[in-house]
Nanobody, 123 residues
């Protein structure tokens, strides 16, 4: 069955960095776009970034562009999110998803989602 397992979250000070990873199994990873979304306390899901099947295309929410980088390794079946210059407003549960549609446009619709990893940015 399809599984997405996130790791790498934690507590970091403003201006710090974290690298999230998502390990995928149960489907042909190299055929699918992958996406990171997040959910802050008391708020809805927010799209963060997406990547095309072979990594040639990426897209980012305006709030993270220039600070976050999405990448993938199709051999290791990993999707990563490098997060730099973190801000308190980046505090959220971060989820790796296989989006419902093959798109780099903003989307929070998904077929599969991981269990999430918590990122807390605080001094």
């Amino acid at each position: 069955q399809v599984q997405l397992v996130e790791s790498g979250g934690g507590l970091v000070q403003p201006g710090g960095s974290l690298r999230l990873a998502c390990a995928a199994s149960g489907f042909d990873f190299s055929l699918y776009h992958m996406t990171w979304v997040r959910q802050a306390p008391g708020k809805g899901l927010e799209w963060v970034a997406s990547i095309s099947p072979h990594g040639s295309g990426t897209s980012y929410a305006a709030s993270v562009k220039g600070r976050f980088t999405i990448s993938r390794d199709n051999v290791e079946r990993l999707t990563t999110l490098q997060m730099n210059d973190l801000k308190p407003e980046d505090t959220a549960e971060y989820f790796c998803v296989r989006p419902r549609f093959a798109t780099l446009l903003e989307t929070i619709e998904y077929d599969y989602r991981g269990q999430g990893t918590q990122v807390t940015v605080s001094s």
